[in-house]
């Protein structure tokens, strides 16, 4: 390919890197509100009373 060629991929190239600044943003604002501090109790804010942790609520109907 010449290098003329390439200004046509720009457009790929900018989105590119504006994707990978906006994910290393995205981890800098997450390790600053703590997102990535304890992984067990933030995995387990999801259960509740009405799905605890351990039992099997959801499954595929039988044949």
């Known amino acids: 390919m010449p290098v003329e060629n390439y200004i046509d991929l720009l457009p790929v ?8 600044g906006s994910a290393v943003a995205m981890i800098f604002w997450s390790a600053r509100r703590g997102q990535l501090r304890d992984f ?4 387990k804010v ?15 109907p039988d044949k």
């Open 13 to 20: 190239i900018l989105l590119g890197i504006v994707f990978f």
């Open 46 to 60: 999801i259960f509740t009373h009405e799905e605890p942790e351990g039992e099997i609520s959801d499954h595929f």
């Open 40 to 43: 067990d109790d933030q995995a």
